[in-house]
């Protein structure tokens, strides 16, 4: 890890991104209609929670933005400079990945005290393994299957088993969101909005998944949508993420501190308006990503040694 070399231009960069991100999301807070989000607006780091979404960028970014390292002090600054220094060097803990296998290779070469997102397409087959070894796995947010889930639930089980012989001391419980299509298309993965898939998948986590914690419900919803999206007009898709949550808590009897995971870059200010309680932000803090074939989780050093 101490080996891993940091352009310190490119941290410059990726700081001063997450710093008008964070920035964007205490204004959008203000509107928001979450009252615990309103409160956490004034805090140096929004309880809001978000996510760096660092799939197909390399790992020198992702601990530039864990372990930012500090100009050196200077006696001349005013105290709004103060201020968004230390907002700007506050380190991000929650990254997003969206592929097993690079999430398993990073998070072996970062630091443990990074909380992982697990928010791409998910394989039933792969899930056992993302649950036992992925180090620092947070949460995973993409389930959308009965299969998938127990599956899960059999990883983290099995995990817990391994630690426990070796005393560790980590989370009892799997945290994971339920993927809901709320824009109804074939592309996208996801449960049905408020149908029997959705309420036995919940039923299944809350009732028979001893090992995993029904945290949220999450969706990606309609690009065209997003686009469209601002802090003044209302979103469908998370409309309807709002509406499932309703459902699920009125009249399923659901924990009514379920969250809901959605906005991203194109529409996380909307999306905090509309009451979200975690953003999903990965282009405009790092910038376009690279097509998946070329990218990598090394990158290569001056000298051409990877
Ligand atoms: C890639 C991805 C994001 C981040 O998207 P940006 O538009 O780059 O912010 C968020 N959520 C999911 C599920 C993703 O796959």
Excluded at 99 to 121: M, N
Excluded at 138 to 146: F, G, L, M, N, R
Excluded at 179 to 201: A, C, F, M, R, Y
Aim: aromatic share 4%; with cysteine; net charge neutral.
């Amino acid at each position: 890890m101490s080996s891993l070399k940091i352009n310190p231009q490119r941290a410059a960069e990726l700081l001063e991104n997450l710093a008008a991100v964070r920035a964007r999301i205490r204004v959008a807070q203000k509107t928001s209609k979450s009252t615990a989000a309103v409160a956490s607006a004034d805090s140096t780091e929004p309880r809001l929670r978000l996510v760096a979404v660092s799939k197909l960028k390399p790992v020198s970014d992702i601990l530039a933005l864990h372990r930012p390292s500090l100009p050196p002090h200077d006696h001349s600054q005013t105290p709004q400079d103060a201020h968004r220094e230390k907002s700007e060097y506050t380190p991000q803990t929650h990254f997003g990945e969206n592929y097993v296998q690079e999430l398993l290779e990073k998070s072996r070469l970062l630091p443990a005290s990074i909380k992982w997102h697990f928010i791409g397409g998910l394989q039933s087959n792969k899930c056992t393994m993302l649950a036992r070894d992925v180090k620092g796995l947070w949460a995973v947010e993409s389930v959308d299957s009965v299969k998938k889930a127990k599956a899960l639930e059999k990883g983290w089980k099995e995990r817990k088993t391994r630690e426990k012989e070796r005393q560790e001391g980590e989370e009892e419980q799997l945290r994971v969101f339920v993927q809901i299509n709320t824009s109804g298309e074939e592309s996208k993965s996801g449960v049905e909005p408020k149908s029997n898939d959705l309420l036995s998948l919940c039923r299944l986590i809350r009732d028979e998944c001893p090992h995993l914690r029904l945290q949220g419900l999450m969706t990606i919803g309609a690009i065209a949508r997003s686009k469209a999206t601002t802090p003044e007009t209302e979103n469908e898709d998370f409309v309807k993420l709002q509406e499932n949550r309703g459902w699920l808590v009125d009249e399923h009897g659901f924990d009514a501190g379920l969250e809901l995971s959605m906005g991203m870059s194109d529409d996380f200010e909307g999306a905090i308006v509309q009451g979200s309680d975690e953003v999903r932000v990965g282009t405009t803090i790092f910038g376009a990503r690279p097509p998946r074939k070329e990218a990598k989780v090394l990158e290569e050093t001056e000298d051409g040694k990877g």
